[in-house]
Structure formats: C-alpha cells, structure tokens
C-alpha cells in the first residue's frame, strides 16, 4: 500500500479520534475532580493576582499549586452567584419563595412540633431564673401556666411566621445562602449540569468523532499534496480547537429557532428549555433554596442577628400571655428585674425552637414541591436569551481552556501520527 493510500485511510480515522478524545476529556475536565488534586507550590497563591487574568483562571494556578480541579466544581460559589443573578433571581424574590412554602403550614408544623418542647422550656427557665417562686406555687397554678403557655402558643406562633414573611427580604439574601452552599456542597454544581445536560453531553463526545472524522478528510488530501512534515500537527491543532468550539456552539446557538432550508436549526438546551426547566427547579427546590436552608440561613447566616430580633420580639409577649390576670400578682412577688430576665429567657430560647422544626426532612420534601413548581413555570416563561445566559454565563469565561485542551490534543495526535506513519523522505 502507497504512503499517499495510507495517508488518506489514517488521517481522518485519527482525527475523528482527536475528536472523540479531545471531547470526552474535555467533558471530564469539566467535572473532576471535585476537590483539588496536585502539588501546591510555596509563594505562588501570592503571585497568582499579577499574573495574566486568564492565567488566573486555570483550575490549579488559583489554588496555587500545579493539579487540576474540574471547572465547574472550582467555580461552584461564582456559579452560585450567577444562578442567582441570571437565575433564581429573576424566578423570584425571597418574598415570594416563603410565600409559596405556605408559612400556614409552616405554622402548623412548628406548632406540632413544639407544643412537647414548651413544658420543659417553661420549667428549664423557671427553674434558673426564679426556682424558690417557681417551686412555692401550687401545682394547680403551675399547670394553669403550662396550659395557657399551650393555649397562647399557636397565636405566638403565627405571629411569628407572619413577621418572617413581612420582613423576609431584610433578613434573608437568597444569593448568599446559595453561594455559601455551592461552597460547601461543590458536587452539587456537577448535578445540575449533568442532570439537565446528560443528553448534550453524551452528543458532545459522539459528535467529537464524526466532525474530527469529516475534517479529516481534506486533511489527508491536503498533505498528500503538500509535503511538508509540520502541517498535519497544524491541521491537527485546528481540528481539535473547531471540534469543541462548533460542540459548544451547537448546544447553545442559535438560541432563537431558525428554519434553514426546510431544517429546524436552535441550541440543543434551548430545544429542551422546557424539559431542562423542570430538572433545574427539581434539583433547586429539592437541595438549594428549601426549608431547611432558608432555616439555617436565617438562623446563621449574615442577617441571623435580624432574624433572632425579630422572633425574639415576637416572643417577650408570650410570658405576659400566659401568665394572663396574674400578671401584676407575679410581677410584684418576682420583682420587676427578675420578671424581665424571664421574659427575656423564654423570647431567647424560643428562637431555636421556632426554627429548628424546619429541618424536617418530610416536611421538607412536602413543601419543596410548591417551590418547584414555581421555579418551573418561571424558567418555562423565561426569554430565550435569558434561559441561555442562565446556563451559559457560568461556563463563559473558561470555554477558552476547553479550546486550548483541544488544540494541545490535536498537535499531540498529529505527532503521533507522523511517528507512526512518518512521511516519505
């Protein structure tokens, strides 16, 4: 068999492996390692602000060491922020989200779950704060205060559920909540990419081998004509930048729908925005922005001391409530700065038990799906433009090293290939 014969048998076949290579390599540098892997190198995060902006960038280089990161879990607390900027923000404010966990049920809830905790709060402050009153009433007046802290309670509750829906913009910043759990939860970044784009990345690699195989076709025309031993290295750096540049491109582009000769053309996630809208709400209501975050959030995130003011306004009263005509009797025999301290005890301690029912798994998975639904229809209304920038924003800025992956690639294959198969002389 002529070299000129094998070359044109070997090139495409080893372009379309570039492709195939250079496209499911690039899809796993996307999403591992989760965690960093490598050396770190003494001195370089210092360095790594003056160095060139994509340098930067490089998953490794930023954590000052030599290893690599998958992208998008090394961008998971940016990819945060931008789901909530381009995302969840649009799809609605912290208002609207409580709303639609129905603080009713939430009231409810609390209410069930607390009623058993009460008694003992009320004993357990009791007990510290003014144990000789406390074991000098009669039982029969002990049991009236349990039942009318028991009576007050639903009221007390309500009120407090009320008071977190009227002010949960000012206590609760959604982006910080979601940023601080992409931090701490990186493998959740990778879910949602691979949840919603299974299909796209499963193209993603096919595809790599089909359009590495057709431009490899002229390719091994090209250098049968010309005889020069660094062009296949050349093309073979070409083939794999275009190869996951146009595997980009086709998921995302043309975000309208286009007819182009009969044929429908539009990005592959933007064909399925409605399919896609449901997994991300899913995977949104179900792990990210439910109960049991905005809870945590409330109770330790950066607006926590609004939050525990607020409940604990809301709950001072409960003591006046409960002790109901006795009051000035009780105020009188405490002394005022001890009937305070009590007050104070219960607005304090009742914070945590507010709060921590919200925890509920159960409860939870019930009320999430009101949030899902939400996010659904917003995402299903969303703009095409919007709905691609939402997914795409978060990738943007580090497509360039996926291109670059190919290319390094490409020149490696075509490497191999005059080593293989090196050119007549």
């Not at 940023?179 to 990186?186: G, T």
């Not at 007819?259 to 996630?269: E, M, S, Y």
């Not at 509920?360 to 639904?373: G, V």
């Not at 939400?374 to 360039?400: H, N, Q, V």
Request: hydrophobic share 45%; no cysteine; charged share 20%.
């Amino acid at each position: 068999m002529s070299a000129e014969t094998l070359n044109l048998i070997t090139v495409p076949l080893f372009m379309g492996a570039i492709g195939y290579t250079t496209n499911w390599s690039g899809v796993w540098m996307l999403f591992n390692p989760v965690h960093f892997r490598g050396t770190r190198i003494p001195g370089l995060r210092a360095l790594v602000p003056l160095l060139p902006r994509k340098i930067q960038q490089i998953p490794g280089v930023m954590h000052g060491g030599i290893g690599w990161q998958g992208i998008i879990p090394s961008r998971a607390a940016k990819m945060g922020s931008i789901s909530v900027d381009k995302g969840i923000a649009k799809l609605g404010s912290p208002s609207e989200f409580y709303q639609q966990l129905e603080p009713d049920k939430i009231a409810e809830h609390i209410l069930e779950t607390a009623r058993g905790d009460m008694r003992q709060m009320v004993e357990r402050i009791m007990e510290r704060e003014h144990p000789e009153l406390w074991h000098d009433l009669p039982p029969r007046v002990r049991e009236t205060v349990h039942a009318r802290v028991q009576e007050q309670l639903p009221n007390i509750v309500r009120q407090v559920t009320d008071a977190i829906g009227t002010h949960t913009d000012q206590i609760l910043d959604i982006k910080l909540m979601v940023i601080r759990y992409f931090e701490e939860h990186p493998e959740m970044a990778n879910r949602i990419f691979e949840e919603i784009g299974h299909k796209e990345l499963k193209f993603i690699t096919n595809f790599g081998f089909f359009f590495g195989f057709l431009l490899g076709i002229p390719v091994a025309f090209l250098t049968n004509a010309i005889h020069l031993w660094w062009l296949l290295p050349l093309m073979g750096i070409i083939v794999g930048y275009a190869t996951n540049l146009v595997a980009i491109y086709m998921i995302f582009q043309p975000i309208e729908e286009r007819r182009v000769f009969g044929f429908r053309l539009q990005g592959l996630f933007m064909k399925r925005q409605q399919e896609v809208a449901e997994v991300y709400a899913k995977i949104v209501a179900d792990d990210i922005v439910n109960l049991n975050n905005i809870g945590e959030e409330l109770l330790q995130g950066p607006r926590s001391d609004r939050t525990r003011k607020l409940i604990e306004t809301s709950m001072r009263p409960a003591v006046d409530r409960a002790i109901g005509p006795m009051r000035p009797a009780v105020r009188v025999a405490m002394g005022r700065r001890q009937y305070d301290a009590i007050r104070e005890s219960v607005a304090t301690e009742a914070v945590e038990y507010t709060m921590t029912p919200l925890a509920d798994p159960a409860f939870n998975k019930r009320q999430s799906t009101a949030i899902k639904t939400l996010i659904t229809s917003r995402m299903r209304e969303m703009a095409p433009a919007d709905f691609s920038e939402m997914l795409r924003t978060a990738i943007r800025e580090d497509e360039w090293l996926l291109y670059l992956h190919g290319a390094v690639l490409g020149l490696g294959a075509g490497l191999l290939h005059l080593l293989i198969f090196p050119p007549p002389s």
